[in-house]
């Protein structure tokens, strides 16, 4: 049987900026400059496509590993850039959001990103998630403390934590499920980006860097989990 129905909620680890301006004599922050841009073509076709969610890995609690220049430059790319992006959400009814620990961005970051979610928060076409310094393993991790002190307080009993409480303790609690799962940069491999949610995710990878990535790269892959069966561990 072959299933029509779209993604509700597709993810993307963008991987490959620095690679391919690499490849083209350039530095590596003008493939995030430019993998910035393909952000705005891949936002506008989701609209298009009637996909809900869309979550795009934007950076990790590990990319604070790398030189202190390139963290500074994807940090001031963030705040000039959703700055940017405004009219995109207005004009296409995007609804901004953001999981992840924000708290260690400068303040005025910050107040950018919780002004956007603000203004676009009657959006309803897309929900359009940045992950920012996002981690699974420090989501999970925040979840449990949290779960631990309310049960300490006495607001949730051992015995009625499920599945269902954990979502709702997660950065995504309003959020689907994913279902596509999409990774560009070549990669095999889901790098700590939404572990829980992508339990039952349609994983599709593509060989071409993120700045390649086209709205009919995005086609081909919703095309593709289209045909996919998915079964959730039945028959
Ligand atoms: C991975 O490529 C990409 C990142 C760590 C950053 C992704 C950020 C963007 C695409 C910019 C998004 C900005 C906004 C405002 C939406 P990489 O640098 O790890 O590439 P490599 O594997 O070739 O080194």
């Not at 936002?43 to 990319?63: D, G, H, M, W």
């Not at 940090?75 to 850039?81: A, E, F, P, Y």
């Not at 400068?106 to 998630?129: F, G, V």
Request: charged share 30%; hydrophobic share 35%.
């Amino acid at each position: 049987m072959v299933s029509a129905v779209l993604p509700l909620h597709i993810a993307v680890i963008m991987d490959g900026n620095g690679r391919w301006a690499l490849s083209l004599g350039k530095k590596r922050t003008y493939g995030h400059y430019i993998g910035s841009k393909v952000v705005d073509d891949i936002t506008k076709e989701s609209v298009n496509l009637k996909i809900k969610y869309l979550t795009l890995y934007a950076f990790s609690t590990e990319n604070w590993k790398r030189p202190k220049t390139e963290i500074k430059f994807l940090i001031s790319l963030l705040h000039t850039q959703i700055t940017k992006k405004e009219n995109l959400f207005k004009e296409n009814n995007v609804r901004f959001n953001v999981i992840g620990d924000i708290s260690v961005f400068p303040q005025r970051t910050r107040d950018m990103l919780e002004n956007t979610i603000e203004k676009t928060k009657n959006n309803k076409a897309l929900t359009l998630t940045l992950a920012l310094n996002y981690g699974s393993k420090l989501e999970i991790t925040a979840a449990c403390k949290k779960i631990a002190h309310d049960t300490e307080s006495g607001r949730l009993q051992a015995c009625d934590i499920s599945e269902n409480t954990i979502e709702k303790y997660l950065f995504t609690k309003d959020m689907p499920d994913v279902d596509l799962l999409i990774r560009t940069g070549g990669e095999k491999r889901i790098s700590n980006f939404l572990l829980w949610q992508s339990s039952y995710a349609e994983l599709i990878f593509f060989d071409k860097y993120w700045p390649e990535f086209t709205k009919e790269d995005l086609r081909d892959a919703v095309h593709e989990f289209q045909h996919r069966k998915r079964r959730f561990g039945g028959l």
